[in-house]
C-alpha cells in the first residue's frame, strides 16, 4: 500500500524567503507525482506534474524535483509571497491517487 | 472549458434524507472519482469508475452510491443521511488511474444535522 508522507505539517516564513516543501511516498513504481495548492474553503489546484521521467519540472516561482529511487519529491518556492499561504499537497497515483497530509504554509508580510 | 463541475456547492440535510452530489467533466476523461475531506483525516476515495459502466468502491464507500452511466457524469449518491457523512466532497477526473494528472472540482461542503 502506497504511503505519502509530507514534512513539515506546518511552516511559517517571512515574506521574500525561499523555502522547500518535502514529500516522500513507499512505492516507488509510479509514473508521476502531482503538488496541488488547497486554500482554506476551497478545492485543489494543481500546481505541478512531475512525470518520473523527468528530474525537475518549473512554474513561475515554483519547481518540483522527484528522485522515484529515494522515493522523495519536493517542492520549491522562490521569494514567497502572502498569497503563497495555503495548504500544500502531494499526492502520488498509482492504483489510486494517495494524497500526503499536507503542509500548511503562511508567509507573513 | 469548464474542467470539472460539481453542484450543489453547498447543502444541508437532515438525518435520513437522501440526496445525489453532482459531477460532471467535459475533458473527456476515463477516470472519475470521489473523495471525502475531513479535517486530521486527510483526502479518503469513497468510489471510482474507470469507465462507463464500471464502478469500483474505495476506503470509505459505506452509506454511499454511484453509477456511471456516461463518460461525462459520475454521481454520488447518499442514501440515507448520517451526521457521520458531514464532509466536504471532491470530484476528480483523470485520463487513466495512474499515467496523468488529475483535475478536481470545486467540492461540495455537506452538512447532516
Known amino acids: 500500500k502506497q504511503e505519502v508522507t509530507q514534512i513539515p505539517a506546518a511552516l511559517s516564513v517571512p515574506e521574500g524567503e525561499n523555502l522547500v516543501l518535502n514529500c516522500s511516498f513507499t512505492d516507488s513504481a509510479i509514473y508521476n507525482l502531482q503538488w496541488f495548492r488547497q486554500d482554506p474553503g476551497k478545492g485543489l489546484t494543481s500546481l505541478l506534474l512531475i512525470q518520473s521521467s523527468q528530474r525537475e519540472q518549473t512554474s513561475g516561482r515554483l519547481n518540483a524535483s522527484l528522485d522515484k529511487s529515494s522515493g522523495r519529491s519536493t517542492l520549491y518556492i522562490a521569494a514567497s509571497q502572502p498569497g503563497d499561504s495555503a495548504t500544500y499537497l502531494c499526492?502520488?497515483?498509482?492504483?489510486?491517487?494517495?494524497f500526503g497530509e499536507g503542509t500548511q504554509l503562511t508567509v507573513n508580510p | 472549458n469548464a474542467g470539472v463541475t460539481q453542484t450543489p456547492k453547498f447543502q444541508v440535510l437532515k438525518t435520513g434524507q437522501s440526496m445525489t452530489l453532482q459531477c460532471a467533466q467535459d475533458m473527456n476523461h476515463e477516470y472519475m472519482s470521489w473523495y471525502r475531506q475531513d479535517p486530521g483525516m486527510g483526502l479518503r476515495l469513497i468510489h471510482y469508475s474507470v469507465g462507463a459502466g464500471i464502478t469500483d468502491q474505495g476506503e470509505v464507500p459505506n452509506g454511499y452510491n454511484v453509477s456511471r452511466s456516461t463518460t461525462e457524469d459520475f454521481p454520488l449518491r447518499l442514501l440515507s443521511a448520517a451526521p457521520s457523512q458531514t464532509s466536504v466532497y471532491f470530484c476528480?477526473?483523470?485520463?487513466?488511474?495512474?499515467?496523468?494528472?488529475?483535475?478536481f472540482g470545486s467540492g461540495t461542503r455537506l452538512t447532516v444535522v
Open positions: 476528480a477526473s483523470s485520463r487513466d488511474t495512474s499515467r496523468h494528472g488529475y483535475t
Open positions: 499526492a502520488v497515483p498509482l492504483s489510486r491517487l494517495t
